[in-house]
Nanobody, 135 residues
Framework: QVQLVESGGGSVQAGGSLRLSCVASGYRQSTYYCMGWFRQAPGKEREGVAVIDTDGRTSYVDSVKGRFTISQDNAKDTLNLQMNSLKPEDTAMYYC????????????????????????????WGQGTQVTVSS
């Protein structure tokens, strides 16, 4: 059974940094999947933040480009999100996910980031970690 467990959330002031980590167990990397971070603020829809595929290709939402960096440590089955220059609008619950991209017609990373999942029931999600940025 796949389990994704996030850590590293917390409360910081604007301009500060946090590093989120997600440890995956029972999950084997596959070109059919990508890993990513998504967030949801109160009263708002879930938003893709950053995704990465098995070749290390990445895609970011415009609002975090230049500030956030997604990376994966395959040896440790860990996904990371380095968040710098944090803003109050980054406040949200952050979720680690393994997203199915398809086999023959692989969904592009940009589409995954925007929530175009070919099979919701094939995806895996962590429980989330709260990030709060104060002004």
């Amino acid at each position: 059974q796949v389990q994704l467990v996030e850590s590293g959330g917390g409360s910081v002031q604007a301009g500060g940094s946090l590093r989120l980590s997600c440890v995956a167990s029972g999950y084997r990397q596959s070109t059919y999947y990508c890993m990513g971070w998504f967030r949801q603020a109160p009263g708002k829809e879930r938003e893709g933040v950053a995704v990465i595929d098995t070749d290390g290709r990445t895609s970011y939402v415009d609002s975090v480009k230049g500030r956030f960096t997604i990376s994966q440590d395959n040896a440790k089955d860990t996904l990371n999100l380095q968040m710098n220059s944090l803003k109050p609008e980054d406040t949200a619950m952050y979720y680690c996910a393994a997203i199915y991209r398809g086999i023959f017609d692989t969904v592009p990373l940009n589409d995954i980031l925007s929530g175009s999942f070919p099979r919701d029931d094939y995806n895996y999600w962590g429980q989330g970690t709260q990030v709060t940025v104060s002004s």
